[in-house]
């Protein structure tokens, strides 16, 4: 082998590892790390991306926010990952990228709606949470916002906007209606659900 071609086989190699660090959503061409480190009461624990989606609305298919998911390393989600991850007492992540702006109601009730698609029965176990979720959005949502859930068995569900952490809520079944949003029975959108497990299957 002449050494101009060893010299390109080396960096080929070199570079893929880098490639393999990533998980994009095809569309946007929005790309995440498909592993992150999280430090959950003190200590920091490694996981690992499911998947990540985009969430298009109107026959437009307008984009409205990408969204990636994570859970703990090494993590049994079970024969039905989506379900799995969404009951699942361990700690995991859910990002949102806001890809346009649009009103406080609209983000409420895009939440409430989610819910209540898919724990409506237990809607008065979660009621005060609920208010207390819907507090946190005081303004209007804005193209580029970032909002982080973090899930944290021992203090409960962090939530984090453009880098702030605006509360935090100690209520499992209510992090878990608020995953269903994107894993339950009836999620956004079948395909979004499928898409951010596909990284797990």
Known sequence: MKIRDFVLT????AALPTLAWG???????????DTITVEIGGQPVEMIATGVALREKTFMKVDVYTIVSYVAKDTDLG??????LMLADVPKRLQMDLRRGFSR???????REGVEKN?????DEIAESMATFDAYWTRDAQDKDQIIFDW???SGLHTTLNGKEIGVINDKVFAQALWSVWFGHKPAS????KKLVA???
């Open 190 to 193: 079948k395909d979004m659900r």
């Open 119 to 123: 724990y409506g029965d237990r809607i």
């Open 23 to 33: 998980i994009t959503e095809e569309k946007s061409g929005t790309s995440y790390p």
């Open 105 to 111: 109601s609209k983000l409420i009730g895009a939440f």
């Open 10 to 13: 080396l960096a080929l190699v």
């Open 152 to 154: 944290d068995p021992a």
């Open 199 to 201: 990284a797990v299957q």
């Open 79 to 84: 024969d039905d990952p989506a379900l799995g």
